[in-house]
């Protein structure tokens, strides 16, 4: 089955600056990328994801992109605010429909934003 | 629409006894799944359903039971609590086509002692 792994577990950025975090996938026929945020005690709520038919896409502060040769997908948050501090994980499918909607998560990343 | 509604939020049980965990959703979405998510771990997948009357396992289904009579319900049922089910589940569901995200549950968190 699929295999997602996430990078890096931890991550602290000063309030301005970007943070990346990178995710891999090891099924060549996942073809769907969504990326959730979750903040504590919340339930993961989508912000972003990307069709292995795009290489990027953006969405204000927010971009993905997509190396499918690699095999990997990378959330680029910029201008990081204090309240984009949480816990954001990757996930792969291998397609859109029927028993392929399912996700496999990678393990996440807490993400803290220095004032 | 109230979304993904799950219930309780919270509960204690003792080993050995069963309880079901209910999910429903008001979206008319004919995906829905359970996930527990453990510290490190990220969301594992415990079951899923593609539509009324069908079910399949995920990656971690021992110990737990689904049926889907309606669109609307996805209870997940514990046979027989074991402290390696303490954990918060998750409901998810979303449209069965399309590029579409899925849509949680607030979360139960479930303590086996």
């Known amino acids: 089955g699929e295999n997602v792994e996430q990078h890096p577990s931890t991550l602290s950025v000063q309030e301005g600056d970007s943070a990346v975090i990178k995710c891999t996938y090891s099924?060549?026929?996942?073809?769907?990328f969504p990326w959730y945020k979750q903040e504590l005690g919340k339930r993961p709520q989508l912000i972003i994801d990307?069709?292995?038919?795009?290489g990027e896409k953006k969405d204000q502060r927010i971009a993905v992109t997509l190396n499918k040769t690699a095999k990997h997908f990378s959330l680029h948050i910029t201008e990081t605010q204090p309240e984009d501090s949480a816990v954001y994980f990757c996930?792969?499918?291998?397609?859109?429909?029927?028993?392929?909607?399912?996700?496999?998560f990678g393990s996440g990343t807490q993400l803290t934003v220095l004032p | 629409n109230a979304g993904v509604t799950q219930t309780p939020k919270f509960q204690v049980l003792k080993t050995g006894q069963s309880m079901t965990l209910q999910c429903a959703q008001d979206?008319?979405?004919?995906?829905m799944s359970w996930y527990r998510q453990d510290p490190g771990m990220g969301l594992r997948l415990i079951h899923y359903?593609?539509?009324?009357?069908?079910?399949d396992q995920g990656e971690v289904p021992n110990g737990y039971n689904v049926s889907r009579s309606t669109t609307e319900d996805f209870p997940l049922r514990l046979l027989s609590a074991a402290p390696s089910q303490t954990s918060v589940y998750f409901c998810?569901?979303?449209?069965?086509?399309?590029?579409?995200?899925?849509?949680f549950g607030s979360g139960t968190r479930l303590t086996v002692v």
């Open positions: 998810a569901s979303s449209p069965l086509m399309g590029p579409y995200g899925y849509t």
């Open positions: 099924d060549s026929a996942s073809n769907y």
């Open positions: 990307i069709r292995s038919n795009v």
């Open positions: 996930a792969a499918s291998t397609g859109t429909s029927g028993s392929a909607r399912q996700l496999t």
């Open positions: 979206m008319n979405h004919e995906y």
């Open positions: 359903s593609v539509g009324a009357g069908i079910t």
